[in-house]
Each structure stands twice: as structure tokens, then as C-alpha cells.
């Protein structure tokens, strides 16, 4: 990938594309190309391939997705399959056709089965029955994986893929029944030191353990991808590193300058006990994240701020 190179990134507007918007701006590259969900809907087959007939990107970073917390998955299942469907296989497809000299497709950790053993190893893949919750966004995630495999099999593209762990930063998605478990946690403490709440209540015995990486240090994982990796397995992008959520729950408490209490609603389901992504491919390639989990809370918290300014 030349510094002149032709780069579409596909939802560039979210978090993770955003940031691989940012990190490529910040290495020099010059021709970016992005259109915004109202100039081009990648759900519509011919919108996409009169695109790619026209710009003829070279690279393809595909961060476009529809995207939610539990609730929205289990709520809008068909839309979740349907819409990720439509998005990945019009642009896998529009990047074919068009003669893409490589593209990255972007995935997700709730992929893998949902009793596979920790840390999840890539080829955990399809070696059990998923979360129920999630399995629309799920199939579509696995359909995107192994269209890449297969037209790299059938046609000889150079189509990639990665599997992020649970993200969070700049554009993050703050709706309380909707997002995911960082930004839900920011809000609820922010909300409750601006109402000098006596505590926050928080879901289950805070027992779980997590892994959280900061959106930059995806985009950066990514680009690297994009420069070094050609093979057909997808790779875990992950930090190895877990945090319960509890101490998430004191780290995010201590950012934003709550000063109640924590209190554990025990009656409430936990979740998982553990998801962790073994991410020693990626490590011994040469890469590894850089941000810390506090550091990255840190520098997350400003953005919410200013984005929920009254």
C-alpha cells in the first residue's frame, strides 16, 4: 500500500472506521475515499457497483456494519442479518469485479462459539452453537470471513479479514439500551455525579472478565494487516489483556470523578465469564496495542463530554 494509493474506507463515520480514517490521514496517505450512509447506501447492490466502477479504489478497508449492544441485536435480528448481508457482499463482490488489489474485512469477537474454550483461538471458528443473542450479527460476521476465503479460493483475491476484541472510544455509541458495556458505564457515571447520585447501580456480581481495546489501536492493527498480512486465516486483534467488570466499573468511576458508591444488582444475569481473544498470531507478527485501558478511558471521556454538552 503506496502512499498514493486509492483507499475507500467503508464506514468511515463509525468508530472503528473513523479511526482508520484518522490513522491513515496521520501516516500520509493522500487519496481517501468515503461516502456517508446518505451518499451511497452499500445495502443497494447497483449504487455499490456503479461506485467501484467509478472511484476503481485499489484498497478497501470494509468497517461498514449494522452495529449494537444486546438488546438492539436481539431485537432487530432480521435487520442485522439482512442489512450486514447486503453491505459485505455488495462490496466483496463491487472489489472483485473491480480488480481491488486488497481488501480488509472487519468482524467481530461474538463470532466464535459460545462455549469455546479461552483464550479463542482463530480456528475456534465454527466449532460449536453461538450466543443466542447475537447470532444474526454473528452468521453475518462468519458469512463476511468466508466470503473473503472464497474468493480468494475461486478468484485469487487478496481479501483479509480481522476480528477485533471489544472496542470503545471516539465515536462510540452512548444509548443505554443499546450500547455496549464501556460507553453504558461512562453515561451512568456521568449522569450520576451531574445529579450528585448517591450510587450507580451496576448489573450482576461485576465477576466477568473482559478484554477492551482503544479504537485507534484497532485502526493502527488494521493498517498494519493492510501492509503485511496475506494469508487466508483471519486474525484475532486483541490486547490479551482482561480486566473484571468490576474493577472496569472503579477504573471508569475514577475518569469520569464519580463519588458515590457501586452497588451490584446480584439478582441480574452476568453474561459470559470470561472472553478473552488469544491474539498471539498478530503479537508475533510484530504488532501490539498502545494505548492502556485507563489511558484510553482517559482520553474516551472528553469526547463523551463534549458530544453530550446540553
Not at 451511497?40 to 449494537?68: I, M
Not at 486488497?102 to 466464535?112: A, D, H, P, W
Not at 470471513?145 to 470503545?168: H, V, W
Not at 463519588?259 to 481473544?277: A, C, V
Request: hydrophobic share 40%; with cysteine.
Amino acid at each position: 500500500m503506496e502512499k498514493n494509493s486509492k483507499i475507500f474506507i467503508a464506514g468511515h463515520r463509525g468508530m472503528v472506521g473513523s479511526a482508520i480514517l484518522r490513522q491513515l490521514k496521520q501516516e500520509g496517505f493522500a487519496d481517501l475515499i468515503t461516502r456517508t450512509s446518505a451518499e451511497l447506501d452499500l445495502r443497494n447492490q447497483q449504487a455499490v457497483n456503479d461506485f467501484f466502477a467509478k472511484e476503481k479504489p485499489e484498497y478497501v478497508f470494509l468497517a461498514a456494519a449494522k452495529v449494537g449492544g444486546i438488546i438492539a441485536n436481539n431485537t432487530y435480528r432480521a435487520e442485522f442479518l439482512y442489512d450486514n448481508l447486503l453491505i459485505e457482499s455488495n462490496i466483496i463482490h463491487a472489489a472483485y469485479k473491480n480488480d481491488v488489489k486488497k481488501l480488509l474485512f472487519l468482524g467481530s469477537s461474538c463470532i466464535y462459539p459460545k462455549l469455546a474454550p479461552q483464550p479463542l483461538k482463530e480456528e475456534y471458528l465454527l466449532t460449536g452453537l453461538l450466543e443466542s443473542t447475537n447470532e444474526p450479527y454473528a452468521i453475518a460476521k462468519i458469512t463476511g470471513i468466508k466470503l473473503c476465503e472464497a474468493y480468494r479460493d475461486q478468484y485469487g483475491c487478496n481479501f483479509i479479514s480481522a476480528m477485533p476484541t471489544n472496542l470503545y472510544g471516539p465515536g462510540d455509541n452512548y444509548h443505554l439500551q443499546n450500547s455496549h458495556v464501556i460507553p453504558a458505564l461512562i453515561r451512568k457515571f456521568h449522569e450520576a455525579k451531574q445529579n450528585k447520585a448517591a450510587f450507580v447501580e451496576i448489573w450482576g456480581t461485576g465477576s466477568p472478565l473482559r478484554e477492551f481495546m482503544y479504537a485507534d489501536d484497532v485502526a493502527g492493527a488494521c493498517v498494519f494487516l493492510m501492509k503485511q498480512y496475506d494469508d487466508k486465516l483471519f486474525v484475532n486483534i486483541g490486547t490479551g489483556e482482561e480486566v473484571t467488570i468490576k474493577d472496569l466499573a472503579l477504573l471508569v468511576k475514577e475518569v469520569v470523578g464519580f463519588e458515590g458508591d457501586i452497588q451490584f444488582d446480584t439478582s441480574k444475569p452476568d453474561g459470559t465469564p470470561r472472553k478473552l481473544m488469544d491474539s498471539s498470531r498478530l503479537h508475533n507478527m510484530g504488532w501490539k496495542h498502545a494505548v492502556s485501558l485507563k489511558e484510553g478511558l482517559k482520553k474516551t471521556y472528553p469526547f463523551f463530554v463534549e458530544a453530550n454538552k446540553k
